[in-house]
Every structure is written in structure tokens, then in C-alpha cells.
């Protein structure tokens, strides 16, 4: 049986890993926030290994406030890069594989098509930046380290989900005042929904033979905007909320947000023997998914 371990299970994307693990066979999840495992400590990291002696390592911790990391680039950067790197020596180090989520701020959003795993990251910001540096940290660890374990960096965008505090839930929540919303229309982008994505780091780390070590760009068919996406959720609710498109410079923000940052999820598609899920299509089941629970 492998024993997978989940940091940062107390986050959105881990709290459906951990969800989703309690519906496979074969395998057994660990889940731990950071109480329970720091990744910025080595030494918390070297007692939850000892202890647990796990098989494979999720990390699913990271610091997410684009924002308000432009005031907090210190604890940015002990997560997302410290801890990134940290967790990666650690596994490579002892034959663990390690899956480790990255995001779409490593680029700088000038592209006028979909983004490739090769091509040239530029962050605009201190969110982005700490990010970056964590792939590469990963990277490095498992270079420098004759290892028989694997790493994946997977970049995702926009990941949303029918729980927890998120672009779908702020604007179901805002929905009820009924008022009409402001939405920016000039952001591309991929909405994606924690659910399947958790199902395919599961698939990988269950599987590690089905795909080879690097960078993946995970995400749904077809880029969209925020407006558009406010509109498809307001549509599958039967909501009638007006909502206004508007620019980006009128809705500003501390950080700066990548203008077009769609990865192409169509290399990790094929490479997996699927097709990329239209992000409408995934949106309305995550909706049915919210209302059934309810």
C-alpha cells in the first residue's frame, strides 16, 4: 500500500485531495496542514518523514495571497520557495516521489496564444516570482539527487471550487444583494475546479509510470475571461444579475495580473490519453456538484 502524504490539507486544493482519497483502494492519504507539517522548517519536514515514512508527497501548501504578498515577500517566498525546495531535497533525497502545484503568474500574460511548459517565465510580481523560484528549487533537488523518484511541477490557473473562498463562491455570495457587478473582461484565462484536478494528481502519484517527470500545464478547453466567467455561473444558477464588463485599470489591484495566462493543457492531455474538459462543462458540475451537497 503507499502511503501519499497531503501538505497544506487544510487548503482548497488539499481538502479535495484528501476528499477524493477516501474513494480509492490500494492507497492511504495523510493529510497535513501546517500545524501538523511546516514546510518551511527542515526539521518539521525530517519528523512527519520519520514518523510517517510515506511513498509520495503532495504539496498542496502555498501561499496564495497575490496582494498581499507584495507586503509579505518574506513569508511569500518561505513557502512557495523555501518550503517548495525543502520538501523536493527531502523526497528526492530519500526516494519519495513528489507532485508539487505551480501557477500561471510565472508568466507575465504578453502572449497572444497558449502557453507552452518551455516557454520564457517573467512574473510580474512577488506572488509570481516566489512561485518561480520554487519550480526551480524542485527542480535542482531532484537533479542534484541519483534518485529512482519522481518530481511533476504541475501549473494551474484560476482554480476555483463549490466550497471555500473563491472567485465561484464570491460571486454566488455578492449574487444575493442582487445589485448588478463589475467584472474585469480584459484577463484571460483557464477557470479550473480543484475536483478534477485533484482526480488527476491522484491518477499520477497512484500511477507514477503513466507520466514522465517536469512541467505539466493542467487546466480546462478553451481561454475565457473573468467577466465570462461571472456570466456562465450567474446563467447555470439562473441568477439575474446584470454584470458590466470592465478594464482592468478600473478595478485596480496592488499586485499586477497577467493579461493572458492560458496554458495549454493539451501535451498533459494526450500524454494521459484523455481530452481537456471545456471549462463551461466543468463549471456546470461543479455547480450540480454544490447544489446536491446542499
Known sequence: MRRIIITGAQGQLGKRLVAQWGQRMGMEVIGLDRQ?????????????????????VINAAAYTAVDLAEDEPELAFAVNATGAENLAEACARSGID??????????????????????????????????????????????????????????????????????????LRLAQKGQPLRVVDDQWGSPTAAGPLATMLIDCIENPERLAAGIWHYGTAGPTHWCAFAQAIF????????VHPCSSSEYPTKATRPSY??????????????????????????????AETN
Open 98 to 171: 513528489f507532485i508539487h502545484v505551480s501557477t500561471d503568474y510565472v508568466f507575465d500574460g504578453q502572449a497572444t496564444q497558449p502557453y507552452q511548459t518551455d516557454e520564457q517565465t517573467n512574473p510580474l510580481g512577488v506572488y509570481g516570482t516566489s512561485k518561480l523560484a520554487g519550480e526551480k528549487a524542485v527542480e535542482a533537488a531532484f537533479q542534484n539527487e541519483k534518485t529512482q523518484s519522481k518530481f511533476w511541477i504541475f501549473r494551474v490557473a484560476w482554480l476555483y471550487d463549490a466550497v471555500g473562498k473563491n472567485f465561484l463562491t464570491t460571486m
Open 36 to 56: 501538523a507539517l511546516d514546510i518551511s522548517s527542515k526539521k518539521s519536514i525530517a519528523e512527519a518523514f520519520n514518523h510517517w515514512n510515506p511513498d509520495g
Open 261 to 290: 495566462s492560458y496554458l495549454d493543457p493539451n501535451p498533459l492531455m494526450q500524454a494521459l490519453g484523455r481530452n481537456a474538459i471545456p471549462w463551461k462543462e466543468e463549471l456546470k458540475q461543479c455547480l450540480l456538484e454544490q
Open 235 to 242: 446563467e447555470f444558477r439562473n441568477l439575474d444579475i446584470v
